[in-house]
């Protein structure tokens, strides 16, 4: 059975540490990437006894295009454009084959984004 603890699995807030263990993460790494979401208002935190984050609207109410970006658009594909060497009449080629490909295939996967959302990834509710 999954032990991983989703905030939309919950009625409260999680704590930092609660969420990190779960994901394998370090308490303050997962601030700072969930300080995204909260600036683009898909959570929202509270300090203190009792605090905790918490999702800020419904689940089916949020794209995954919605956190790519509230996450700073991180590149999508480990291969791409190459600058190390800009006077390399190889790399420009290169560069150039690829551009139109990585772009087309980019253009796709944002296109999905939009259209799932993160009700449609998480299980129903775990008995309590």
Same mark, same amino acid.
């Given at each position: ?8 699995q919950?009625?409260?807030? =999680?704590? #930092?540490?609660?969420?990190a263990?779960?994901?394998g /993460?370090?308490p303050a790494?997962?601030?700072? %990437?969930?300080?995204? =979401? ?5 959570v929202?935190?509270?300090k ?10 419904? *689940?089916d109410?949020?794209?995954? *295009? ?11 594909? /480990?291969?791409g ?10 790399q420009k080629r290169?560069?150039t /084959?690829l #551009? ?7 253009? =796709?996967?944002l ?5 799932? %959302?993160?009700?449609?990834? =998480?299980?129903?509710?775990?008995q309590?």
């Open positions: 059975m999954c032990k991983c603890n989703h905030m939309g919950f009625d409260g807030p =999680l704590t #930092s540490e609660t969420l263990r779960s994901m /993460a370090n790494v997962f601030r700072r %990437t969930m300080a995204g =979401l909260r600036e683009a208002g898909l929202k935190s509270a203190g006894h009792g605090g905790g984050w918490q999702l800020a609207r419904p *689940l109410g949020i794209p995954l *295009l919605a956190v790519y970006e509230a996450l700073g658009r991180p590149a999508l594909f /480990a291969i454009n190459r600058s190390e060497h800009p006077d390399c009449k190889a290169v560069n /084959a #551009s139109g490909t990585m772009g087309k295939a980019e253009s =796709l996967f296109s999905q984004f939009a259209q799932v %959302t993160l009700g449609q990834l =998480l299980p129903e509710r775990p309590r």
